[in-house]
């Protein structure tokens, strides 16, 4: 088992303690983000983008998935390990159950999976039978041709209250963590105030009780222009280690995200 746990998560939100999430696809990568003290990996579907040179994370299947998880795995000693669900792998419970154990057997210890309220069965159904969840609300990117772009959600009042009446509902149905994507600062913290469970945001504002970035973001390789909300952390420092050391450091003190980094 690895060091970091839900109830471990959970405390921190509690005790008010900012935790930290990379996405990693390898063991190299993962040893290092053991040592920098990160509190959760995740296998990424962005790996369609940042490994494989995709405009998208739609190609991503179930097999990259299970390779990359098995990669995290080999490096990973503490982290608590998430792994994406791609495109199309959750259409129905069933089939959601099949790929989530997959995933688990390949090293995961909670799948994430993007969408709202239509997921509350497979939510309640993979809990049921020992799979944790996490519901990524927001941008969701797979959904990036239904929503015109990777564009803020949530902007006004009513997909405000929609997304917050989702995170409450996913809770309910047995969500474990919810994830949430580029949406507009006062919605990260409604949001985080408003679950008992563990947030995670990527965009979302200095509030919510976990960051995520992408590695090869952080890092400053990836080869497209950054979102908003991505600080270089490797030009400042000059190692991979002493940059996630830096991550840790300032989501910690509350000094990332800045205001340049949030949306309002
Ligand atoms: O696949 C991914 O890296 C993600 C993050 C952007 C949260 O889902």
């Not at 080999?74 to 154990?101: K, L, V």
């Amino acid at each position: 088992m690895p060091n970091i746990t839900l109830h471990s998560l959970t405390r921190m939100k509690l005790a008010g303690d900012k935790a930290t999430c990379v996405t990693s696809y390898d063991a190299s990568f993962t040893q290092r983000i053991n040592q920098a003290g990160i509190d959760i990996i995740l296998v990424g579907d962005s790996l369609g983008m940042v490994l494989q040179g995709n405009d998208s994370t739609l190609p991503v299947t179930m097999e990259h998935m299970v390779y990359h998880t098995r990669c995290v795995r080999a490096g990973n000693s503490q982290c608590m390990i998430m792994a994406d669900m791609p495109f199309m792998s959750y259409r129905t419970t069933e089939q959601a159950m099949t790929n989530a154990t997959d995933l688990m057997q390949a090293g995961a210890q909670i799948v994430k999976l993007e969408g709202g309220l239509w997921l509350k069965d497979t939510v309640s159904k993979l809990y049921e039978q020992g799979i944790p969840v996490c519901a990524h609300l927001g941008l969701t990117p797979q959904a990036v041709n239904k929503l015109g772009g990777y564009r803020v959600q949530g902007k006004t009042p009513e997909q405000a209250a929609s997304l917050l009446n989702e995170a409450i509902e996913l809770e309910a149905a047995g969500a474990s963590i919810i994830l949430l994507e580029c949406v507009p600062n006062a919605v990260g913290k409604a949001i985080t105030e408003a679950v008992n469970v563990p947030v995670i945001g990527i965009g979302a504002g200095p509030d919510t009780d976990a960051q995520v970035l992408v590695i090869y973001d952080m890092l400053g390789i990836t080869p497209h222009k950054p979102a908003r909300f991505v600080k270089d952390f490797l030009s400042q420092e000059g190692s991979v280690l002493g940059a996630l050391e830096s991550y840790v450091s300032e989501v910690k003190s509350g000094q990332f995200p800045a205001p340049e980094h949030c949306f309002n």
